[in-house]
């Protein structure tokens, strides 16, 4: 089964772009990555996902390398409010496929 | 309207009781999660359920015995409690007939603690 690296912990300021990275070496053909942001008593909050090279929507954007081994969320320009633990998840596919989470990375955004 | 809904979302029981806990979703979803979240902030899924049927059982104790009496709810019912049962408990949805590439919705948790 796949496994996921994450930093333990990142430090920002606002307005800053952040790259947060997580390692899947192990990844397999049909795995997908998903990342999940969770506040302070609340449940992890779907991100984005993506297969391969890149996936954007209005909140983020993922790198995905060709050899798929790591995965990169980008945050643009974050916020105060962006102060939350991101979490890598490397889901395989199919019925019987199981679910990993990282150990997650607490990002701390600064004034 | 909450989309995913646990209860309690605080439960506080001595050791050797037995609690359950209840999970509703209104998104008409097909598969049903339960994970756990330890002290250290690590999410590990326990079960998962697609139309009422177990698919993902991963290596919990057998005094945790999930149930889904319908697609919208799955409950936790833990027996003999541990004190090593302390975590919160999140509960979560997601499309789809058990594909886990699909997004999951999750509860806010309930937070479990045993005197």
């Known amino acids: 089964l796949a496994k996921t690296t994450q930093p333990i912990s990142m430090d920002s300021y606002e307005g800053q772009e952040v790259n947060i990275t997580c390692s899947h070496n192990?990844?397999?053909?049909?795995?997908?990555i998903t990342w999940y942001q969770q506040f302070p008593s609340q449940g992890p909050r779907f991100i984005i996902q993506g297969y391969k090279t890149k996936v954007k929507n209005e909140v983020a954007s993922l790198f995905i390398p060709a050899d798929r081994k790591s995965s990169t969320l980008s945050l643009p320009r974050v916020s105060l409010s962006d102060t939350a633990v991101y979490y890598c998840l490397v889901a395989v596919g199919g019925s019987q496929g199981n679910l990993i989470f990282g150990k997650g990375t607490k990002l701390s955004v600064k004034p | 309207d909450t989309a995913v809904s646990q209860t309690p979302k605080y439960l506080v029981t001595q050791m050797g009781n037995d609690k359950s806990i209840k999970c509703e979703q209104n998104l008409g979803h097909d598969t049903m999660y339960w994970y756990k979240q330890d002290s250290k902030k690590f999410l590990k899924i326990m079960f998962s359920?697609?139309?009422?049927?177990?698919?993902i059982n991963e290596t919990v104790p057998n005094r945790f015995s999930p149930k889904s009496p319908d697609k919208a709810h799955l409950n936790l019912h833990i027996n003999s409690l541990e004190l090593g049962d302390s975590a919160v408990y999140f509960c979560a949805s997601s499309p789809g007939s058990g594909n886990n590439n699909q997004p999951q919705h999750f509860g806010d948790g309930t937070r479990l603690s045993i005197l």
């Open positions: 359920y697609n139309n009422k049927e177990l698919i």
């Open positions: 192990n990844i397999a053909t049909n795995d997908y």
